[in-house]
């Protein structure tokens, strides 16, 4: 009867810490981005008078949200890209030959 070696796994496992930047890191650039390109269209004091009127939000408040509104959203898209990536022999176990029956 042969003994099975270990499992290899296609990459070495990352740092919690790489796995953090890999998804917080260009989630962050892209939401700097989508709220450049928003703002520069949409002023946040008239969004607000369509939306809330009755709160009172500065302009820069208004930023700050929709700045925060687009990190999660584009880390939500990173993480779920970042779940589709993983190797699947992390998960599966490996597969029975004819031979080992």
């Known amino acids: 009867m042969k003994v099975q070696p270990e499992p290899r796994f296609d ?7 790489h796995r953090l930047g890999a998804i917080l890191w260009p989630s962050f ?10 703002f ?6 008239q969004l ?8 009172e939000i500065s302009r820069e408040a208004g930023y700050t949200i929709g700045f ?6 584009t880390v939500s898209s ?3 890209t970042w779940i589709l990536l993983r ?3 992390r998960f599966n176990p490996p597969r029975k030959s004819k031979e080992q029956g």
């Open 40 to 45: 520069a269209m949409v002023d946040p004091l």
């Open 78 to 80: 990173s993480l779920f």
């Open 68 to 73: 925060f509104l687009f990190w999660s959203a």
């Open 29 to 38: 650039f892209a939401a700097g981005v989508a709220t450049m390109v928003f």
């Open 87 to 89: 190797p699947g022999s």
């Open 11 to 17: 990459h070495p496992p990352r740092t919690w810490s």
């Open 48 to 55: 607000r008078d369509i939306t809330f009127h009755e709160w």
